[in-house]
């Protein structure tokens, strides 16, 4: 069963474009948490959304979740090569255990 | 930055044979957790703990499986007689609550040949 779903599942772009990835769910969860990983290494937590409708920003990064708390976006302005790498999204329930999207690998190229 | 250690890196072993990974989680988090990824698949809960003992475990976690909090530090993940699709990047995630968000350790390699 795919509790989360994400798209695109790749996605090639050039430094300096805007872009924006998706996390979507039939299921309510009370967090989600959004992760970057690299090949090899463990999901590094980027930021976490609590409240439907909520948006957080991390420099370039724009987090949502909807106000359902179903779903989740990702908006990247002004890509750079640095930005590259698998971006996860988890949703939790009682933050006891995580489910995880199958991720969205993004190339940004120079 | 505090960060959750995981050992070894990387673990060849042989089909049957016991192993045992090691963490040691953010020093004043009180969950922890187990996750591996299969590769090229989804990152799957294992297990999660609390208070020396397990408070919700995945389908995956069979008897094979077993975690111990065995001093103050270390967390570890053993599993009795490893089979070959048992091969996977396990991590290990530790929060401070149970309503706090998890950080991960960099996972431990395992391969069963």
């Known amino acids: 069963t795919q509790l989360l779903e994400q798209s695109p599942q790749f996605l090639s772009i050039q430094e300096g474009e805007n872009l924006t990835v998706y996390c979507n769910s039939s299921s309510v969860f009370s967090s989600l948490q959004w992760y970057r990983q690299e090949p090899g290494e463990g999901p590094v937590l980027l930021v976490t959304v609590v409240t439907g409708g909520e948006v957080k920003k991390l420099k370039r990064l724009t987090f949502q979740f909807g106000d359902a708390r179903k779903d989740s976006s990702l908006h990247i302005t002004a890509a750079q090569p640095g930005d590259t790498g698998l971006y996860l999204c988890a949703g939790s329930y009682n933050f006891n255990k995580f489910y995880f999207g199958s991720g969205t690998k993004l190339n940004v190229k120079p | 930055e505090p960060e959750v250690t995981q050992t070894p890196s990387h673990q060849v072993t042989q089909m049957g044979q016991e192993v045992i990974l090691r963490c040691v989680p953010i020093s004043n988090h009180l969950y922890f957790y187990w996750y591996r990824q299969i590769l090229g698949q989804k990152v799957e809960f294992l297990v999660s703990?609390?208070?020396?003992?397990?408070?919700?475990k995945s389908e995956i976690f069979d008897d094979q499986f077993s975690v111990e909090r065995p001093d103050g530090s270390n967390f570890t993940l053993k599993i009795r007689s490893t089979k070959l699709e048992d091969s996977a990047m396990y991590f290990c995630a530790s929060s401070y609550t149970e309503n706090t968000e998890a950080f991960f350790g960099q996972g431990t390699r395992l391969t069963v040949v």
């Open positions: 703990f609390y208070n020396n003992e397990i408070s919700e």
